[in-house]
């Protein structure tokens, strides 16, 4: 939305509508879309023209002007034409109506009014007197109104067209920088808050704190990063926690998900192009890299771009220039780029679908998201700050996972990642309704079953008996080393022995994370 008030009071704006009063007597207003007068105050308006001010403080006049305005954004929709002059029956004189295009869309006009437009049509002047006496304005006013009124010659038109023009897209300009600073401040409140910092990060593993080490270690430097991990594991998270916590934090964090688009869509996503390069091409479009410049690029899924497409990126990493697509000329960026991918980027590259060029120039710091499976003791965390999320959003009071419930929740593999488990509180804080106890049946039947294959299913009952206790004894160290995400110590104190009798232990049956993981 656009904040009309704010731009009454910007000095280009102000400067701007005083050299139409002062150079035609012409006065201008804002109206949005549909024709209605915004930003306007009859009490503090200081308007030029009287004839203007009359019907500025008439609710007929304005509200047919709003029809007048309406109708002129119709046919501008439909043409090639950039403004619109036209005859305001209700005042008897001229107005020009200059869109306000944001997108491609009619956010609002600009309207000149006051004039009349061809020298020749002198004898509109009288018709401006009978509307303004039907109005009930006093002769003296009509008298100095009519003296307001200027006719516009070829080059008088030409200057006021542009100076009009000007006003509209100041308006443009400055309500994109205003969205930007408002989408910035929101950005940073958010980004920076505790989601994002290094030290607030949700998770006290061993896996997420050697995480937040090598985080802290590349926060001050420039250099391209690849992170690599499944999907939902926070690969976007961690992007976002190195801008914010770079130099480039005041800039423009833009990001891509390379897999959204088609070769040909994709170039012109990230590079721009110029009017006419294709069909659809009807103006010049910046890319995301443009966007992105003094800023940061995260590059999703970037195992999913084709050879084409890693040339180009591969130029724009080592030379830091591109060209857009159907340009001649190549253009400079200044971008720290972070690609991300699921995918077995090395064996691609053995493989030969992936550049190794690229591979090496995007792998100058690499880092591995871990999976949940390898950090299940950061899943009590996990999902209470997920039922906080959920009690905000609601409004009803936080719900608790009961002891079971967690139990199974240690036992689940997590295919899907944090998000599944963010998904899964959201589900039972729906389908509990008015219970403040989430309880074990009220998960997934995905996660119970799960959990009842995982169990320990009893020691067999014949054979030797120290074998027997044995593979239970196995059984239980294997499943409590998943359940518990490899912390020894935790396992150990919930199986009553000691930390090195445990070690021994895990040792002795071949228990080392490694091989369990392959398991």
């Not at 390898?374 to 899943?379: F, G, S």
Request: one cysteine or more; a neutral charge; charged letters at 30%.
């Amino acid at each position: 939305m656009i904040n009309w008030d704010e731009f009454e009071h910007i000095h280009v704006i102000r400067k701007l509508k005083q050299i139409l009063n002062s150079w035609w007597n012409i006065d201008t207003v804002f109206t949005d879309e549909r024709g209605h007068i915004r930003g306007f105050d009859n009490q503090k308006a200081k308007l030029i023209n009287p004839s203007v001010e009359t019907y500025l403080t008439k609710d007929s006049a304005k509200d047919n002007l709003a029809q007048t305005v309406a109708k002129a954004i119709d046919d501008l929709r439909l043409s090639e034409n950039r403004y619109s002059i036209r005859k305001w029956d209700m005042a008897g004189f001229d107005i020009a109506i200059f869109p306000i295009l944001i997108d491609n869309d009619f956010m609002g006009t600009v309207v000149a009014m006051g004039f009349i437009k061809d020298p020749s049509e002198a004898h509109r002047l009288s018709e401006v007197r009978e509307r303004l006496a039907a109005f009930g304005a006093s002769a003296d006013l009509i008298d100095q109104a009519l003296s307001k009124i200027k006719f516009m010659d070829d080059q008088d038109r030409e200057h006021f067209y542009d100076l009009v023009d000007l006003v509209a897209k100041e308006i443009v300009t400055l309500h994109l920088e205003i969205t930007q600073r408002e989408d910035r401040i929101r950005e940073l409140n958010k980004e920076l808050g505790s989601r994002y910092k290094y030290d607030n990060m949700i998770g006290k593993s061993k896996p997420m704190q050697s995480l937040y080490a090598l985080l802290d270690k590349i926060k001050s430097a420039d250099s391209t990063v690849l992170v690599q991990g499944e999907n939902g594991t926070g690969k976007e998270l961690i992007a976002k926690a190195i801008h914010y916590n770079s130099s480039r934090k005041d800039k423009p964090f833009v990001l891509q998900n390379c897999s959204a688009f088609n070769d040909n869509l994709l170039e012109s996503e990230l590079f721009g192009h110029v009017k006419g390069s294709f069909t659809g091409a009807h103006k010049d479009k910046k890319g995301l890299f443009e966007i992105a410049d003094k800023g940061t690029f995260f590059l999703d899924e970037i195992g999913d771009t084709s050879p084409q497409m890693q040339v180009k990126l591969l130029r724009v990493l080592q030379e830091g220039t591109y060209t857009p697509v159907g340009a001649v000329d190549t253009r400079r960026v200044d971008v720290r780029v972070i690609a991300a991918t699921n995918k077995p980027l090395k064996d691609m590259v053995e493989q030969g679908t992936f550049r190794e060029d690229l591979y090496y120039r995007l792998n100058v710091i690499n880092i591995r998201v871990p999976p949940l499976r390898e950090r299940k003791e950061d899943i009590p965390l996990l999902s209470e700050f997920f039922l906080q999320l959920a009690a905000e959003r609601t409004g009803v009071k936080k719900k608790v996972l009961t002891k079971r419930a967690l139990e199974k929740l240690y036992d689940y593999s997590w295919p899907g990642n944090v998000r599944e488990l963010q998904n899964e509180m959201e589900r039972m804080v729906v389908l509990s309704s008015d219970e403040t106890k989430l309880t074990a049946d009220m998960l997934s039947p995905k996660i119970i079953e799960s959990s009842e294959k995982g169990k320990v299913q009893g020691a067999r009952v014949h054979g030797k008996l120290k074998d027997a206790l044995e593979e239970l004894e196995r059984q239980m160290i294997k499943e409590g080393l998943r359940r518990t995400g490899w912390n020894k110590s935790k396992l150990a104190k919930e199986l009553g022995i000691s930390r090195a009798g445990l070690i021994m232990k895990v040792e002795k049956y071949g228990l080392d994370k490694r091989r369990i993981a392959k398991s």
